[in-house]
């Protein structure tokens, strides 16, 4: 166990990565969080079902046709801590998100188009594919920085919900 600090980077990730674990997709659990110039979280969102579908009547396969898989239906994380975000549109003007997987190019318009200046991610599962290529395409030329996470200080960062238990990092 480290006695020191996470970095905010670590800090804004780790909420991310927490929030994926509200999803219920058995395949691809993602998470985001956005957050201000100040390093205040402003919002944070998971992939998941619309508000009142029902998650165990949700098409979550990865397989068949449009109407069958899920991708028809799932509300992705990026879009989700967007449409979370209750404050003032100005305010994300300038924010950062943090995902765990670099969004799509349906998430990058929606990240584009609310102000949010950096995409700060973890894995790039998908770089080959042409949602990918689109996604960076547009980020870039609407001047959205994107910055992949790479050489953490720390490998892992568990937390333990039992009372007086420390934070371990490693």
Known sequence: MANRNINWDEFFISIAKLSAGRSKDPNTQV?????NQDNRILSIGYNGTPNGFADEDFPWSREGGFTESKYAYVCHAELNAILNYHGSRNDLKGARIYVDLFPCNECAKAIIQSGI??????SDKYKDSDNNFVS?????????KIRKLDNLPHEKIEISLLPDEPLNIR
């Open 117 to 122: 200046s950096e995409v700060v991610y973890l």
């Open 136 to 144: 960076r395409k547009i980020l870039t030329e609407c001047g959205v």
């Open 31 to 35: 998470g985001a969080c956005i957050v």
